[in-house]
């Protein structure tokens, strides 16, 4: 389509000409509006694009800031695709300084119309990897095994440890490199994972029946060698200062470090049980 037979471009160049406005000069989209132009800020901007983009398609300039280098334009989004694991949905883009204006990529090959448009031109400068494509579906619907180890004595030390996350707040990364959860945990969400893991591996004699998000013991299991069902507070580090539940409630404590060795229940000190298993 030719860019005067674009319904937008016309319309500026109709209400351009009706305000007496010579090619080059600046028009501002408040200019544009109170001259009853008929396309909206939302249908201007539809697609990613701006109000610019058009103005100068329509031959006329804007007041604007300068546009960000396309270099730097690929780095930011190498750093978003890199952070998210996966593209910056839209609702994201000014997050990560990701509104920009088409223009002529580095090679002069092509428009950068979109987050499409950056994701392959930034494959091609190398500073993200392409992704893998997905495996066919097995035939007749079938999912691939998995192979459940049932205990982890025979886990070997990866040499290489998966990266830690870009731009993360945490500041120790100690590994235990138990399989599926490689760094110990830092709060109780993590030992709620990791408690999760050595059960199912049959390290630790539970099955978890339910977990309680609120208030309330935190996890109701069943002890496979007892054969009753047993109430667990889950801790990060067990502390006098900061327990707050009555012992007729519980039937032991599981954390990964214990400040309280005085505590009246049996404590499962998950530190201790991936030192023993790491020998």
Partial sequence: MALESEPIVADIKRVGTQLGLR??????FAEYRQAEGRFTKHQIQDG???????????????????????KDLIRRYA??????????????????????????????????????????LAIQCGEIAESPKAAAPAVGGAKP?????????????????????????????ERIDVPGFPFAPHDENGVVALFAILCACGTLPYEILQLNSGKGIDA?????QELREVHIELKHVLRRSSWNHLLDEIDAVVCWRNSFPSFQRPVVVLEDVVRQIAG
Wanted: hydrophobic residues 30%; contains cysteine.
């Fill in 145 to 173: 095994a998995v192979i459940v180890s049932p205990d982890l004595a025979g886990h070997i030390r990866s040499e290489q440890p998966p990266p830690i996350p870009r731009r993360s707040k945490r500041k120790t990364w």
């Fill in 23 to 28: 090619s080059g000069a600046q028009f501002a």
């Fill in 220 to 224: 109701i299991c069943w002890h496979r």
């Fill in 48 to 70: 990613g694009l701006s109000w610019k983009y058009w103005c100068e398609r329509a031959g006329f300039t804007t007041k604007g800031t300068p546009p960000v280098p396309t």
């Fill in 79 to 120: 750093d978003a695709y890199k952070e998210l694991g996966r593209k910056p949905k839209a609702s994201e883009r000014k997050r990560y300084g990701l509104r920009f204006r088409p223009r002529i990529d580095p090679m002069g090959t092509e428009q950068i119309e979109s987050l499409e448009d950056l994701h392959q």
